[in-house]
């Protein structure tokens, strides 16, 4: 089996729904994919790219609208994903703050006190 852009042999049609070789909207015409194989005295064997999307299926392939449905299902969690690190980013920020902060609260009452015991004795 090989991929083309157009079907160059007898029949010129999908072998499921005839889709010949008319340009879709965007002036392409494939991509087919051709079977190697002759029948009906050396009739070649396309099918075009919808067709063969619609066998793939059929195995357990996903279709282009079950993929580009995945895809933004990934770049919403991508996101998700992102804005929780960021929170985390932020909040790892703050903790570490707070520690500094109580360092240096717990050094000043130390001080203090060793002050207050030189000042006593």
Partial sequence: MKLVEKMTMQPFTC???GKGNIPNNDRTIGPFVDLERDVNFNETVYVCEKCAL??????GMITADEQRELNDQIKKLEKELHNTEAKLDKRTRQRDLARKRLSVVGTSIKVIRNEKEKVGA
Avoid: D, I, N
């Fill in 54 to 59: 619609r066998v793939g299926s059929c195995v």
């Fill in 15 to 17: 072998l499921y729904c």
